[in-house]
């Protein structure tokens, strides 16, 4: 009996010892996700309050900002799965090609922060008898953290406006279907028009700047040759 006695004190003594390990593992995983919920409200907050207290400034590129537009588009583009990973390329290609237009290329700032990007070069859309001038707008890019603050829409309208006083009457893009015609991009198959690329038609688009621009433009798109290098 006493045996027994001993053995029962010592089984719950060992049971009492792995409760309290338990309430203190316990109590102190409830506090680190406390830290870590505060610390992510904290910076969920300052984000806003800097988007709230500061307006979004956007001004043509200047040269030395190309490392840290780059940089941004790294950035940006990471987690999308359709991406190639190398838009950045791109661009640096694109900024030494013929249908680079200084006036075009747009970046988007929050006090000192580069917070967006937008871009658009001359393209050509053939017919039979005549060659269009038109723009691409690839890429945009907002920098993860400020995504849904309207920063790519702010860089849209205004690379719309700056096209319009340059006088270009259709803008393409090859982007997602759901969030270009907000800005009233449309299937540019409707139009007559077809880009040099398989992939599905509701992701081709165009946008018109001059109504019944599109209609006049119908043809094939031609890219220049920095958009397919490597």
Not at 14 to 20: A, G, H, Q, S
Not at 76 to 99: I, K
């Amino acid at each position: 009996d006493s045996h027994l006695r001993s053995t029962l004190l010592k089984s719950n003594f060992v049971r009492e010892i792995l409760k309290n390990h338990e309430d203190f593992c316990l109590s102190l995983l409830q506090k680190r996700n406390l830290i870590s919920s505060v610390l992510f409200e904290s910076e969920a907050e300052a984000l806003r309050r800097k988007m709230k207290n500061n307006s979004i400034t956007i001004k043509q590129q200047e040269a030395h900002d190309l490392p840290a537009i780059c940089r941004l588009i790294e950035e940006a583009f990471a987690s999308v799965q359709e991406s190639n990973h190398r838009e950045q390329f791109l661009v640096t290609r694109l900024l030494s090609s013929p249908g680079f237009i200084p006036e075009l290329s747009l970046t988007a700032w929050i006090q000192n922060e580069l917070v967006g990007y937008i871009l658009l070069t001359e393209i050509e859309i053939l017919s039979d008898s005549t060659s269009k001038p038109s723009l691409s707008l690839a890429p945009l890019a907002v920098r993860p953290k400020f995504q849904k603050q309207g920063i790519g829409a702010a860089l849209i309208k205004e690379a719309h406006k700056r096209a319009c006083q340059l006088n270009y009457e259709t803008i393409l893009v090859l982007g997602h279907k759901d969030y270009y015609p907000r800005f009233g991009y449309k299937k540019a198959e409707n139009f007559g028009i077809t880009f040099p690329f398989e992939v599905q038609p509701e992701f081709c688009m165009v946008k018109e700047l001059t109504p019944g621009a599109a209609s006049r433009a119908a043809g094939q798109v031609k890219y220049p040759k920095a958009f397919f290098e490597y």
